[in-house]
Nanobody, 124 residues
Framework: QVHVVESGGGLVQAGGSLRLSCVGS????????MAWFRQAPGKQRDFVAG????????EYDGSVLGRFTISREKDKNIVHLQMNDLKPEDTADYYC?????????????????WGQGTRVTVSS
């Protein structure tokens, strides 16, 4: 069983920045694709960004492109999400997810392990 833990959420004003981090408990997660999803109250869980195990392949949802950056510490089971120019519509619970698939998947059902989530609140 892989355990995933997120950190770094909080309250920030519009235009501000936050950095989320995700750690997988098992070293094998360093060979898995990892991603960030978010879920606003009353809405579905949506893909935000994903990164392959090598860090070479990266994908973003269009709503965060140019503002968010996903990165991976080399050969480690640690992924970060740098969020800049935050907007009130970015307010949500952010979840780190791990999949054994080799390529990036955008559907939450295709991820095997999840963290407990970290809340991001952006005030206007």
């Amino acid at each position: 069983q892989v355990h995933v833990v997120e950190s770094g959420g909080g309250l920030v004003q519009a235009g501000g920045s936050l950095r989320l981090s995700c750690v997988g408990s098992d070293r094998t997660t360093s060979t898995y694709t990892m991603a960030w999803f978010r879920q606003a109250p009353g809405k579905q869980r949506d893909f935000v960004a994903g990164i392959s195990w090598s860090g070479i392949n990266i994908e973003y949802d269009g709503s965060v492109l140019g503002r968010f950056t996903i990165s991976r510490e080399k050969d480690k089971n640690i992924v970060h999400l740098q969020m800049n120019d935050l907007k009130p519509e970015d307010t949500a619970d952010y979840y780190c997810a791990v999949t054994h698939f080799g390529n990036i998947r955008r559907q939450w059902l295709e991820y095997n392990w999840w963290g407990q989530g970290t809340r991001v609140t952006v005030s206007s």
